[in-house]
């Protein structure tokens, strides 16, 4: 009950092609190689290359970006600006009841 179960390999259904035959190649020494030049180190960070279509795409992320985050410093730019446009009806409002008040007495 408490023993695993090994699954079983499945047998291959359909077509089965035979493995390809590999011929073994002589290998020829060839006359006198000059040594290898020596080449420059290879830089510790990979080369980012960009194609076109990597650089169209961070082109439309950034100006994604910029959109949402002026769009967003608008909006609370509208509301402050509301804000202040409402305290200072309030404050009209109550500066004319003050002084309809004093001017009653």
Known sequence: ???PKIPTMPTPTGQVTPPAVVEPTA???AGQTPPPAPTAPAP???????TPGTALALVGGGTAVVLVVGA???SMLLAVAITAASVAVCAVVLRSL?????KRR
């Open 1 to 3: 009950m408490f023993r």
């Open 27 to 29: 290998v020829v020494p």
């Open 44 to 50: 510790s960070r990979p080369v980012v290359q960009l």
């Open 72 to 74: 967003v410093l608008v």
């Open 98 to 102: 003050l002084a309809s008040e004093g």
